[in-house]
């Protein structure tokens, strides 16, 4: 699997020659600020909740790329309103199958409303299983004894995890939540975005290593191949 990072909770993951987009957030994302959204390639598009900063090019990159969108069915239904044609509304605890993989939607413990105020349903995060690896994706979130079931679903090989505190987990609590779903290998994101959420990247470091378990805090706008 391919992982491309572009700041805050947005990324993409390339598998089976899918491109799947989380999260977009580009506009109005400092951490993004030269990339241009008419080069954003996707073929489907999953949105853990409602908020700003995560739903902010939503529209725009699902018109340009014609992606499907998987959403909580809140959003999914927002998103029709606002001219997209193309989603798949699940919602907590459901699962579907698509081309690159399944899909299973698991709880996050946040809000969510869309930026219009449109209620955004529950947020959720995401357990996605592939033939070439599984993981997840918390989206916004506390620690959650939930996360305990993940490892029923699927032997996950990396999380992506916010560490960015204030409005999610800080790290230390990623590392609990890393230990709960049972992987070895944490990607953090939601961090150093804006002034709330800054962190001290030594300090996450060393408390994810004296646990035994990696830390990825991938470079801005890098992409790399992550199993
Ligand atoms: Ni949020
Ligand atoms: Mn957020």
């Not at 853990?48 to 909580?72: C, E, F, Q």
């Not at 449109?118 to 690896?133: K, L, R, S």
């Not at 990607?187 to 378990?213: L, P, Q, R, S």
Request: aromatic share 12%; with cysteine; net charge negative.
């Amino acid at each position: 699997m391919q992982f491309t990072y572009y700041g805050h909770a947005t990324f993409c993951i390339e598998t089976a020659g899918k491109k799947l987009l989380f999260d977009p957030f580009f506009t109005g994302n400092p951490l993004a600020k030269d990339i241009d959204i008419q080069t954003i390639e996707a073929d489907y598009i999953l949105v853990s909740h409602g908020h700003g900063d995560h739903v902010a090019d939503l529209v725009a990159i699902a018109k340009n790329t014609g992606a499907l969108i998987i959403a909580m069915h809140e959003i999914t239904q927002w998103a029709l309103q606002q001219g997209c044609t193309n989603v798949h509304p699940l919602n907590l605890g459901g699962a579907k199958q698509f081309d690159f993989g399944k899909v299973k939607m698991a709880p996050a413990l946040h809000s969510s409303v869309l930026p219009d105020g449109t209620y955004g349903g529950n947020p959720a995060g995401f357990v996605i299983t592939t033939e070439e690896g599984n993981f997840y994706y918390a989206g916004d979130t506390a620690l959650s004894m939930e996360m305990q079931l993940i490892p029923k679903y699927a032997a996950i090989d990396f999380a992506i995890l916010p560490i960015g505190d204030n409005f999610t987990m800080g790290y230390e609590d990623a590392c609990t939540a890393a230990a709960m779903v049972a992987t070895k290998k944490v990607i953090g994101v939601h961090y150093d975005t804006f002034g709330y959420i800054e962190i001290d990247h030594n300090k996450a470091m060393d408390h994810f290593a004296a646990n035994n378990i990696a830390l990825i805090l991938p470079p801005l706008h890098s992409n790399f191949t992550i199993h």
